[in-house]
C-alpha cells in the first residue's frame, strides 16, 4: 500500500479540499477513487463537500475522510458564496490543495479563489468535445470514453497524488445489516433469490417503458422463493410501483417511505441482482457489489459512466445509428418513438437475469 512520505507525496500536502456537487450517479462513481485516495494516503486529511443530501452514500468512510454536506445553492450562493465557504474551510480544515470533481461554474470560482490564496488546485478533464462527437445526430464517432472514474483518478494525479484501488465495496465485500428493515424484508432465507427492480430514471430517454418493465415484474413473481424490491422516489413512480406491490404479492415497494440512503444500501447488499436504467440505482447497487442488469437506451455505456465492476455483458442495449443521441438522456427523440428502448423486449431482460441468478 502506498505510504505517505515525500517519495510519492512531493507537495507534503496535509489537509486535501475535494469537490463534487451533481446528481446521485456522478457522486457515487467517485466514491471507489474517493475511498481509494484515502487508503493510499492515511496521513493527508481529506475534505469533501458534496450535496447534503449526498453525504449519506459514504457509507463506512475512511477514517481520514470528512464529508461536508453544503447547500451551495441557497447557503454559499455565488461567488460571495464561495469565498465565504473558502474562508471557513480554510479556517476550519487548513486547506492546502483543491481537487475539482465537478468542474462548474462554481467549482471554476472555488479554484480561482484558493489560487488567489496559493492553494494548488486541480480539476476533472470532462472531455466534452469527445462526448459531443460521440452523441451527435451524423458523423458520430463510435468509440469508448475515458470512464469517469479514470478522469477522477487524473485528477488526484496531477495533484501528485497516485493511487491504487484500495476499494471493495461500502460493505467491504460483505453484507449491510438490514435488522432495521425487517419489517419489510423479513430474513433473507437460504433458498430466496431477491431481485432489485429500479425501473425509473430522471430523464425520458433512459427509463424502460413501464408497461413493459411490468412483464419483466410479472415473470418473477411467479418464480417460488424469490422475492422483489422496487425502487423509485418521484409521486407518480411511487403510484406505478405501488400498484405493482398489490398485483405480485412477492413484489415490495421501498417507495412508499424514505428510508435513507444508509439502510437501502444495506438492502442492495443482500440482492442477487439488481435491474436498473443508466441511473442512480445501478451506481449503487454496484458499490454493494450486486451484479446489475443495465437496461440502456438514448445513453451509452461509451460516454463513461458504466457501474463500477460491472461488466458490459450484462448491459442491455440495441444497436442503432442514433445511439447515443446523449450524455444524460435529456434530449427529445428525434424519431419521437424512444425505440431504444421501447423496442427491447421483456424476455431479453428475463433472459439475462435468470442467467445471473442460476449461477
Known sequence: MAANNKGNNPRGLKNVLI????AIGDVAISIPVVYSVCRCYPDVNFVMVTRPAMTSIFVNPPQNLTMLGIDVKNDYNGVKGMSRLLKELRRDYNIDAFVDLHEVLRTHVLRLLCRLHGIPTTRIHKGRGHKRALTRRHNKVMLPLISSSARYRAAFYQMGLPLQERFNGLFDG???DISSLAEVTGPKQSSETWIGIAPFAKHKGKIYPPELMEKVVAEFATHPDTKIFLFGGGEEERKILA???VKYPTATSLAEKKYGF???????SHLDV??????ANMHLAALVGVPVVSIWGATHPYCGFKGWRQSEDNAIQLSMTCRPCSVF???PCYRGDYHCLAGIPPQVIIDKVNRLITK
Open 274 to 279: 439488481m435491474v436498473s436504467m443508466d441511473s
Open 262 to 268: 444508509g439502510k437501502e444500501l444495506a438492502l442492495l
Open 174 to 176: 460483505g453484507k449491510g
Open 329 to 331: 438522456g435529456n434530449k
Open 243 to 245: 400498484d405493482w406491490a
Open 19 to 22: 469537490a463534487r456537487f451533481s
